[in-house]
C-alpha cells in the first residue's frame, strides 16, 4: 500500500490500495489513453507500443489568468486526431490523465473546469480525468520500473514535469506542484519580482541562500512522506538532458559508480550562478541544456536531496510516459461509465473525485 501526500493542499483520502498488484491484474480490453500534460497530450493505445504527440502550451493561458477556454478547441482537434495518426480502433473506451496544468485549472475554478471537460468530452468522447498528485507518482514508478526492469537499483523514482514533481516508490510517494517551469516562475517573483519569464542569472549569494530557503519550506512534507533516507533514479529530461551533462562538464568528478554526486550539483551551482546567460550558454557549450531553466534546475535537484537525506542521485535517459500507468489503471477507465457523476464529484470534493468510488455514484 503507498502511503501518500498531496503537497499542494491536503492528505489524499480514499487512493487506491495496492496500486502495482492492481496493474498487474489490470483488463487487457481496447484501451486509448491520453496523457495530458503541461506542454502537450501524447497518445497510446492497449494494442501497440506506437505513441502519437501534440504540443500545446497548457500554462500560458493558466498563468495569463485566461483558464483553459483558449485552448479548447485545439485539445479537442488533438484528442480527435491523434488516434487516426496512430491507427488506433475508433470503437477503444478513451481517457485522458490530466496532470499538472489541469489541477492548477481545477485551483482557479472547479465548475469552469467541470464544464470544459464536459464540453471535451461530448466533442472527442474522451473522459478527462484530474489525476492527483501522488497517483501520477505511482504511474511514474510503474513505467520506470515496466521500462528498466532490475536495472531500476534505486527505492524511488524522480520524476520532475513542468508543473509538479513526484518521488514514487513501491511503498511510499510524495508529490509537489514544484515542476521546472513552476519552480522557475516562483523564483522569478520571489528573486526578481517578475513573471515567469525573467532571467535569473546572475544570482548574487544572497540570492542563491533566498531560494535555497524558500525551496527547504516547500519541500517541508518530504520528511512526513518518508520515514528513511530513500535513494533515487531520476528518470525525466530536466535532470538527464539539463543537469547531468552539464554538471560532468563542470565537476568531472562529481559523477560516478553510485550516480550524480549532491556535491558536484552544489559545486557546479557555485560556478554559473554568477554567470550571465550569455556566459553560461558560451561555458557549456555542447552539452544542449537549456540554459534558461539551468540554474533553477540545479538548485531543484539539490533541494530534493538535502530533503530526502540523499548523496547522490542515479538519473536514466528513458522516454517515459504516464500511459502505460495510464492504460492499465481499472479505475480510471472505470469512470468512464459514470462520468456525469465524476465531473459532479470534481466540483464538490475536488481532485479527490478520481480517488472516490464510481461504484457508488446514483
Not at 491484474?25 to 503541461?38: I, L, P, T
Not at 485566461?66 to 488506433?88: K, M, Q
Request: aromatic share 8%; charged share 15%.
Amino acid at each position: 500500500m503507498i502511503k501518500r501526500r498531496y503537497g499542494l493542499r491536503h492528505s489524499l483520502f480514499g487512493l487506491v490500495c495496492g496500486l502495482l498488484a492492481a496493474f498487474a491484474f489490470a483488463d487487457e480490453s481496447c484501451r486509448v489513453a491520453f496523457d495530458m500534460g503541461s506542454s502537450g497530450i501524447r497518445a497510446g493505445y492497449s494494442g501497440s507500443a506506437v505513441t502519437t504527440r501534440a504540443g500545446i502550451d497548457y500554462l500560458d493561458p493558466l498563468w495569463a489568468g485566461h483558464g483553459l477556454e483558449p485552448l479548447v478547441l485545439p485539445t479537442i482537434r488533438a484528442l480527435r486526431n491523434l488516434p487516426e495518426e496512430g491507427r488506433f480502433p475508433e470503437d477503444c473506451a478513451r481517457v485522458g490523465g490530466g496532470f499538472s496544468a489541469w489541477r492548477l485549472a481545477w485551483q482557479q475554478g472547479p465548475r469552469e473546469l467541470a464544464a470544459i471537460l464536459a464540453r471535451i468530452e461530448a466533442a472527442s468522447n474522451v473522459a478527462i480525468l484530474v489525476i492527483p498528485l501522488l497517483q501520477e507518482g505511482a504511474y511514474g514508478y510503474f513505467g520506470a520500473h515496466q521500462f528498466l526492469g532490475d536495472r531500476l537499483t534505486t527505492s524511488h523514482v524522480l520524476d520532475i514535469g513542468g508543473g509538479s514533481l513526484q518521488i514514487a516508490g513501491e511503498h511510499t510517494a510524495y508529490g509537489e506542484m514544484l515542476g521546472q517551469k513552476v519552480w522557475h516562475q516562483q523564483l522569478c517573483q520571489e528573486i526578481r519580482h517578475a513573471d515567469s519569464s525573467c532571467v535569473l542569472q546572475p544570482m548574487t549569494e544572497g540570492e542563491l541562500a533566498a531560494a535555497r530557503t524558500l525551496l527547504v519550506t516547500k519541500l517541508a512534507g518530504v520528511s512526513t512522506a518518508f520515514s528513511k533516507t530513500v535513494t533515487m533514479t531520476a528518470i525525466s529530461r530536466p535532470v538527464s538532458r539539463g543537469v547531468l551533462p552539464v554538471v560532468k562538464r563542470l565537476v568531472p568528478e562529481g559523477f560516478g559508480p553510485n550516480g550524480l554526486q549532491r556535491s558536484a550539483i552544489t559545486a557546479a551551482i557555485a560556478q554559473i550562478a554568477g554567470l550571465t546567460a550569455e556566459e553560461t550558454t558560451e561555458l557549456i557549450s555542447g552539452t544542449q541544456a537549456n540554459v534558461s531553466y539551468l540554474l533553477s534546475s540545479m538548485l531543484l535537484v539539490e533541494g530534493v536531496l538535502l530533503a530526502t537525506g540523499g548523496e547522490s542521485l542515479q538519473v536514466a535517459e528513458i522516454d517515459l510516459t504516464n500511459l502505460p500507468g495510464l492504460l492499465a489503471d481499472d479505475h480510471a477507465f472505470a469512470w468512464r461509465q459514470q462520468y456525469g457523476c465524476y465531473l459532479e464529484r470534481l466540483q464538490t470534493i475536488g481532485i479527490d473525485a478520481y480517488t472516490s468510488d464510481p461504484a457508488t455514484c446514483p
